[in-house]
């Protein structure tokens, strides 16, 4: 093949990584706080990764019992020790960390909550050093959260049930554990619920259905998957509808998720046939489409940001679990624009406007080129630029004892006012044209005369070019 099938079709992103050891469809990833380990979850159950080395990391053995693995999430702590949460399609909630040593996790505990359905959301807000706040989803409308120290079980907070709706997804609105969202995967709903007790207190329809959000609480913006023609940007304070990025219509409605990325100034989703794209947030002009496969369900992606570069992994939705890391430079603050080395159908298109210029210069000069003659043209411009700036031109001035003639010249100056001057310049250059084409007309008619004949004629032509001028 002529090109690399899993590069992108600009140059910004490559591939950092590359991960092969699911057997089965992967439904989520995560990366850790410092963006060093990768998380992900599947069919097959929970995989940890080392970015750097490239290579799997030690952890339990997921047990099957607890059913696939359906959400990952990377938790802080305040011994800053990587921990990691899940959940399962049974409704459990488990909870990986890092030895001591820094080498294997071990297990912290196992959990079922709510109705024992499939977790679909996982969020987490730090309250303080010995209080993180854990949000949790399923798919029979549980929503609650829970409060963790980093050593002991999950301590619930509030336990609350929606009805009619599945939260597909939810997140902290960053207010200090104040406020949630909750967002409907059937009715495309977005639920805004106290942080203390759970009451609902606010609700806003955003799409007919909602794949998949994502919300960058510091922007106060969401984007949403619409399970259709593409993703949605919504401002938060005001509740108000701020773009669509058109993927193109599906050939399977299904969920995809969807995540911001370069401090919000992008935004990043899945699709059905093997596609990641990237979207420049403010003018929602396309900037990357990642080639992850060559076809297949591309639904699980995750966004990080680390130093100066930001990460892109996206995850095989479909048979085996392929995993690919994308790494790129972070966009300048300044400016939101892309990337500045043009793509080959850029480059084409340019040549192609090149040669379209130079057929019609070419179309010009054959079919206008006889017609005009360019030559005599410039040597009329030149006379009339040295009989104007002539330095014994003559003048008639009115004064006391009549008409008179009277030189100008650099000493001695008439004033006369500017637009009479050049109205009189403009009709002088434009007689002396006219009579110049009429000239050259009559010549080319006649035929060729004598030598002798047009000296006569250009002698008197200079003669009445002069008249003129006075």
């Given at each position: 093949m002529l090109f690399d099938l899993f590069s992108s079709t600009r140059s910004r992103y490559w591939v950092l990584n590359t991960f092969h050891g699911h057997t089965k469809s992967v439904y989520s990833l995560d990366f850790s706080?410092?963006?060093?380990?990768?998380?992900?979850?599947?069919?097959?159950?929970?995989?940890?990764?080392?970015?750097?080395?490239n290579t799997s990391l030690r952890y339990p053995q997921h047990r099957a019992a607890l059913g696939p693995v359906s959400q990952v999430l990377w938790i802080p702590t305040r011994s800053r020790i990587p921990s990691v949460c899940y959940g399962t399609g049974l409704g459990h909630i488990c909870m990986w960390a890092q030895n001591a040593k820094g080498s294997a996790f071990m297990e912290?505990?196992?959990?079922?909550?709510?109705?024992?359905?499939?977790?679909?959301?996982?969020?987490?807000?730090?309250?303080?050093?010995?209080?993180?706040?854990?949000?949790?989803t399923d798919r029979s409308g549980f929503v609650g959260v829970y409060s963790w120290d980093g050593r002991a079980e999950l301590l619930p907070v509030f336990t609350t049930r929606l009805v009619n709706a599945v939260p597909i997804s939810a997140s902290f609105a960053n207010s200090?554990?104040?406020?949630?969202?909750?967002?409907?995967?059937?009715?495309?709903?977005?639920?805004?619920?106290?942080?203390?007790?759970?009451?609902?207190?606010?609700?806003?329809?955003?799409?007919?259905?909602?794949?998949?959000?994502?919300?960058?609480?510091?922007?106060?913006?969401?984007?949403?998957?619409?399970?259709g023609s593409g993703f949605n940007v919504w401002d938060l304070n005001p509740e108000t509808h701020q773009r669509t990025f058109p993927t193109g219509q599906p050939t399977r409605?299904?969920?995809?998720?969807?995540?911001?990325?370069?401090?919000?100034?992008?935004?990043?989703?899945?699709?059905?046939?093997?596609?990641?794209y990237v979207f420049e947030r403010k003018t929602g002009a396309p900037l990357e489409v990642l080639r992850h496969a060559q076809q297949g369900l591309v639904q699980t992606i995750s966004t990080t940001e680390r130093d100066s570069v930001s990460l892109i992994a996206s995850g095989t939705s479909c048979g085996t679990g392929?995993?690919?890391?994308?790494?790129?430079?972070?966009?300048?603050?300044?400016?939101?624009?892309?990337?500045?080395?043009?793509?080959?159908?850029?480059?084409?298109q340019g040549c192609i406007q090149f040669?379209?210029?130079?057929?019609?210069?070419?179309?010009?000069?054959?079919?206008?080129?006889?017609?005009?003659?360019?030559?005599?043209?410039?040597?009329?411009?030149?006379?009339?630029?040295?009989?104007?700036?002539?330095?014994?031109?003559?003048?008639?001035?009115?004064?006391?004892?009549?008409?008179r003639q009277v030189p100008v010249n650099r000493v001695h100056t008439v004033s006369q006012p500017a637009s009479t001057a050049g109205t009189s310049r403009w009709n002088g250059w434009r007689t002396y044209i006219e009579g110049g084409e009429a000239q050259r007309t009559q010549d080319k008619g006649a035929g060729r005369g004598s030598e002798t004949a047009r000296g006569v004629q250009a002698t008197e032509h200079s003669a009445s070019t002069t008249v003129i001028f006075l």
């Open positions: 706080i410092d963006g060093r380990y990768l998380a992900s979850g599947g069919g097959d159950g929970m995989k940890l990764w080392d970015l750097k080395s912290v505990f196992t959990k079922r909550l709510g109705g024992g359905a499939e977790i679909l959301g996982l969020a987490y807000e730090v309250l303080s050093p010995t209080d993180t706040r854990i949000l949790v200090k554990c104040r406020k949630v969202y909750v967002f409907g995967l059937h009715d495309g709903t977005m639920y805004k619920l106290s942080g203390t007790d759970g009451k609902i207190l606010t609700s806003k329809n955003l799409s007919d259905k909602i794949g998949h959000a994502s919300v960058a609480a510091k922007e106060q913006l969401v984007v949403v998957d619409n399970v409605f299904l969920p995809r998720q969807v995540a911001f990325v370069d401090d919000a100034r992008a935004i990043v989703g899945g699709s059905d046939h093997g596609a990641v392929t995993i690919r890391v994308w790494q790129a430079k972070k966009l300048p603050v300044a400016s939101d624009k892309r990337s500045s080395r043009p793509s080959l159908g850029s480059l084409l040669l379209m210029l130079l057929a019609a210069v070419a179309f010009c000069w054959q079919n206008l080129g006889y017609s005009i003659d360019l030559h005599a043209w410039v040597q009329s411009a030149a006379l009339v630029v040295r009989e104007a700036g002539s330095s014994q031109n003559m003048m008639q001035v009115s004064g006391d004892h009549g008409v």
